[in-house]
């Protein structure tokens, strides 16, 4: 596609129920990062891929995240047992290549609101 | 940790006023990238400098890295409405992977 795909756009769930939220990176894109942003704050990272590979998972907040891109393509971010601080936009980005001079796409995020 | 921090957090302008955003990184970085975001939307990539001292003009955007190359400034000249959104410098952290320090953003209101 043009640009990155996010989904769903809106996710709404009960405190303790699993949720997944799926990235479609620009195509040929080898790495993908997923951000968690708060409302009035930057995006923060949570995870790296270099094609199917997660090579840093420093920023997921707790056991509850997972992340996954079995093909190094579409990736999803899984979080189990949902927190309401869990709350906020999910977003995904990617870039062509691996290393730190690359400029980021965007997808339109997820936003997640736990009840 | 490494942060990027980024003042003001709002500014409110009168269309045709000039804004400034400046934004400073605990530690020496690679390079610095902005990106805007309109309300509602996602981040989208303005430009990235990588020299010491390098400026960069983009119509009526200009961005200026630090000599130090750790300190970063975007400036508008004669805002307009269509520049409403919240500005964000970024930095690629230590580890060479690509993954961004976001500063919190300056968020610019232009009255008309």
């Known amino acids: 596609g043009a640009g990155v795909s996010q989904s769903p756009r809106y996710k709404v769930a009960k405190r303790g129920q699993d949720v997944a939220l799926r990235c479609d990176p620009i195509?040929?894109?080898?790495?993908l990062f997923w951000y968690q942003q708060a409302l009035g704050q930057g995006p923060e990272f949570l995870t790296y891929?270099?094609?199917?590979?997660?090579?840093?998972k420093s920023g997921l907040p707790s056991d509850r995240f997972f992340a996954e891109r079995p093909e190094g393509s579409v990736s999803t971010l899984k979080i189990q047992r949902t927190q309401q601080e869990d709350s906020a936009v999910y977003l995904c980005?990617?870039?062509?290549?691996?290393?730190?001079?690359?400029?980021?796409?965007f997808g339109d995020g997820t936003r997640l609101s736990i009840l | 940790g490494q942060q990027v921090m980024q003042i003001p957090q709002y500014q409110h302008v009168q269309e045709g006023e000039d804004f400034t955003t400046y934004c400073n990184s605990s530690?020496?970085?690679?390079?610095i990238q902005w990106y805007k975001q309109r309300p509602g939307g996602h981040p989208v990539f303005l430009i990235q400098?990588?020299?010491?001292?390098e400026v960069k003009k983009q119509k009526r955007l200009t961005f200026q890295f630090g000599e130090a190359k750790k300190n970063s400034s975007l400036h508008i000249t004669a805002t307009q409405t269509t520049d409403v959104g919240t500005y964000f410098c970024?930095?690629?952290?230590?580890?060479?992977?690509?993954?961004?320090?976001f500063g919190q953003g300056t968020t610019l209101q232009v009255k008309p």
């Open positions: 980005a990617s870039s062509l290549l691996f290393g730190e001079n690359q400029p980021q796409h």
């Open positions: 195509s040929g894109h080898v790495s």
């Open positions: 891929f270099q094609n199917e590979a997660q090579l840093d």
């Open positions: 530690t020496t970085l690679s390079n």
């Open positions: 400098l990588v020299k010491s001292g």
């Open positions: 970024a930095g690629p952290d230590s580890s060479n992977t690509g993954k961004l320090i």
